[in-house]
C-alpha cells in the first residue's frame, strides 16, 4: 500500500503542521534534522528553534488572517 501524500495544515493563530515524509532543508540547501513524522512549523518568525514552533507565538499574540 502506497504511502500517504505528505500535508500542511495552517493552524488558526497558530503554527503550520507538516505531516508526513518530506525532507527540510535549509535556504542553502542543508537539511534539517527531524525526529518526527509530524512537525510543527514557526509561522509567526519569533520561536528560538526555527523553523519549529516553540509556542512564543501565544505570548506575542501572533493572529492570522484566517
Known sequence: MPEPRPT???Y?????LLRG???LVTAD???IPRSR???A????GL???KPFC???HKAAGFRTDD
Do not use: A, M
Not at 12 to 16: A, E, Y
Not at 41 to 44: D, F, S, T, W
Open 8 to 10: 500542511l495544515t495552517p
Open 54 to 56: 516553540d509556542g512564543t
Open 47 to 49: 520561536s528560538t528553534i
Open 12 to 16: 488558526p493563530d497558530g503554527p503550520l
Open 41 to 44: 512549523l514557526c509561522r509567526c
Open 21 to 23: 515524509d518530506v525532507d
Open 37 to 39: 513524522r509530524t512537525v
Open 29 to 31: 540547501g542543508e537539511p
